[in-house]
Nanobody, 121 residues
Framework: QVELVESGGGLVQAGGSLRLSCAASGRTVSTRAIGWFRQAPGKEREFVAYITWSGGNTYYADSMKGRFTISRDNAKNTVDLQMSSLEPEDTAVYYC??????????????WGQGTQVTVSS
C-alpha cells in the first residue's frame, strides 16, 4: 500500500512559478516510480513528468520541457515538481501517482487526491 499526498498548489500570475510536492508513504514506496499528471476542466488527464525512485531518471511531456523540473528527496520520501513560466493553460488539478513499472507510461496503481493550480492572465 502506498499513500500519496500533494501540496503546494495555489493561485499564481502568468509568468510566475510554483512548487508542488508529493509526500509518499507506505511499505513499498521505495520500489515505486512517481509521475505527475494534471487534469483541466473538461479535458482528459495528461502526463506531466516522471522520475524513478532510486535511479533519478526523469521524463517530461514535450510541452513541459524547459519549464517544469521533477526531483526527489529519498530521505524525506517526497517528489517535487518545480513549475516556472506558468501560463493560464497550465491551470489544472495536479496529481502525483506511483507505479511499480520502470516506464513513465505506467500503469499507475496509486494516486493522490490532487492539488489545484490556477494561473491568472
Amino acid at each position: 500500500q502506498v499513500e500519496l499526498v500533494e501540496s503546494g498548489g495555489g493561485l499564481v500570475q502568468a509568468g510566475g512559478s510554483l512548487r508542488l510536492s508529493c509526500a509518499a508513504s507506505g511499505r513499498t514506496v521505495s520500489t515505486r516510480a512517481i509521475g505527475w499528471f494534471r487534469q483541466a476542466p473538461g479535458k482528459e488527464r495528461e502526463f506531466v513528468a516522471y522520475i524513478t525512485w532510486s535511479g533519478g531518471n526523469t521524463y517530461y511531456a514535450d510541452s513541459m520541457k524547459g519549464r517544469f523540473t521533477i526531483s526527489r528527496d529519498n530521505a524525506k520520501n517526497t517528489v517535487d515538481l518545480q513549475m516556472s513560466s506558468l501560463e493560464p493553460e497550465d491551470t489544472a488539478v495536479y496529481y502525483c501517482a506511483a507505479t511499480r513499472y520502470p516506464s513513465w507510461s505506467g500503469p499507475y496503481d496509486y494516486w493522490g487526491q490532487g492539488t489545484q493550480v490556477t494561473v491568472s492572465s
